[in-house]
């Protein structure tokens, strides 16, 4: 099933100029603390999760973290909104 | 329909249908980006004053929207090209522990440089058309990285005047900015450039116990500090676009941000002896500066050329836009690989 809407004529014409540029997002959350609940420390870009992998570990190299993950961004289903 | 509304109904469809329609969309719904603001700038205001962040675009107004993303360019300019600016002199390094250093540094501003671009590209900006097809006079960092950087000595002294200069400005953004977003990935970016700049202090204690690393020092000193005055830009009374609107984009205001600057720039140096074209004047409580200013530069030499005497703000506006000696060379470096890439895949 596709229900992807059609894509913006800016997404067509950076998609002609090829793939280089990762265009899946990745919402990066990580915890330093055992007693800390995960929070949301940034987002990455990468068509692949294990490029997702290396790109917030080195993009989010900030603290020692005790755990680190990824989610993908469109699977976020808003509850209360900010 | 409401926008939000809109926006609700759409994350329903949004799970099934993969990653594709990532592009441009906020965390919070599916809403595609590329739609204009939708708030008016009262309402933004009515946000601000009830201490609510704004999270993403779908609570700005399109002047909000331009004025953020203007700011966002000069921050992820300035990072962006201290990658290159720093890579020529840390090749200068003194042995492998501090080009481990200082390629770390580097690896840094690249993250701060990913930082605020990530965020533009949720404003809906094409980020490969900005940072990879811009001409190179069109990117916005402060003149002074456009003057060589091309000595272990310049490299930890940019370390102790740029990254400062970098801190006091993202200090302010961080405590003063309403864009939740970027006010949040501010932390990271604070904590490293405080390592940056004790980087250069200490390799300035370092290189001050001796005759000919206080010389390199102070010759450094002599260019790099004036620049750095420069970098936080026109005097208040000389500013022109004052339309931020209680939009929180900053908090102080250009001269605040230079005299936060100079309040720990000029202390490190007398603390070591050198001597610095300001010093604390006890009158008026502030910062002030010895030689005329504004002052035209040579850039060739690195040479400030007091004998001319104070120049006009226009006439350094002039330099700032024709940029310097190293804007071209640093900007390809940035952009070759994508276009040679690029090319390469078009002729296949
Ligand atoms: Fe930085
Ligand atoms: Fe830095």
């Given at each position: 099933m596709n229900t992807s809407p059609a894509p913006t004529a800016k997404q067509q014409s950076s998609e002609a100029g090829g793939w280089i540029e990762d265009r899946k997002l990745w919402e990066v959350y990580a915890r330093r603390k055992y007693d800390e609940p995960l929070y949301q420390v940034g987002t990455v870009a990468a068509d692949d999760p294990d490029?997702?992998?290396?790109?917030?570990?080195?993009?989010?190299?900030?603290?020692?973290?005790?755990?680190?993950?990824?989610?993908?961004?469109?699977?976020?289903?808003?509850?209360i909104e900010a | 329909m409401h926008r939000l509304e809109w926006a609700k109904f759409s994350t329903e469809t949004a799970g099934f249908r993969g990653y594709d329609g990532a592009e441009a969309t906020s965390r919070r719904s599916a809403a595609p980006m590329s739609d204009a603001p939708?708030?008016?700038?009262?309402?933004v205001l009515e946000r601000i004053k009830n201490h609510q962040l704004i999270e993403s675009?779908?609570?700005?107004?399109?002047?909000?929207?331009?004025g953020i993303k203007r700011i966002l360019t000069v921050s992820a300019d300035t990072e962006l090209i201290s990658a290159p600016a720093y890579y020529n002199p840390a090749r200068a390094a003194p042995s492998l522990n501090p080009f481990g250093s200082a390629l770390a540094i580097i690896q840094d501003e690249l993250g701060h440089a990913h930082i605020a671009y990530r965020l533009m590209r949720d404003?809906?900006?094409?980020i490969d058309a900005l940072i990879y097809d811009r001409d190179p006079a069109k990117f916005k960092y402060p003149y002074a990285f456009d003057v060589p950087l091309t000595t272990w000595v310049e490299l930890v002294m940019a370390n102790a005047f740029y990254d400062r200069a970098g801190f006091v400005l993202l200090s302010d953004v961080f405590g003063s900015s309403t864009f939740g977003p970027w006010k949040r990935a501010l932390v990271k970016v604070d904590k490293e450039e405080t390592f940056h700049l004790r980087h250069g202090e200490n390799w300035m204690r370092k290189l001050s116990q001796t005759t000919e690393g206080r010389r390199e020092i102070q010759r450094a000193i002599d260019w790099m500090f004036l620049l750095t005055v420069e970098w936080f830009g026109l005097p208040d009374d000389k500013k022109r676009h004052t339309e931020q609107l209680g939009f929180g984009f900053k908090g102080k205001s250009n001269d605040e941000l230079r005299q936060i600057w100079m309040s720990t720039a000029v202390p490190l140096c007398e603390s070591l002896n050198y001597s610095v074209p300001a010093h604390f004047d006890q009158a008026t409580e502030r910062y002030v500066l010895d030689v005329p200013f504004p002052l035209a530069f040579d850039a060739e030499n690195k040479r400030w050329l007091i004998d001319e005497g104070e120049i006009t703000w226009d006439a350094v506006l002039?330099?700032?836009?024709?940029?310097?000696?190293?804007?071209?060379?640093?900007?390809?470096?940035?952009?070759?690989?994508?276009?040679?890439?690029?090319?390469?895949?078009?002729?296949a």
């Open positions: 490029l997702g992998r290396v790109y917030a570990r080195t993009i989010f190299n900030e603290f020692p973290w005790i755990e680190m993950v990824l989610i993908p961004r469109d699977t976020i289903i808003p509850v | 939708p708030l008016t700038d009262q309402q675009i779908e609570h700005m107004s399109p002047a909000y929207l331009e404003l809906g900006v094409d002039g330099r700032w836009k024709a940029r310097g000696p190293m804007n071209q060379q640093y900007v390809d470096t940035i952009q070759r690989g994508h276009k040679e890439l690029k090319s390469l895949l078009a002729a």
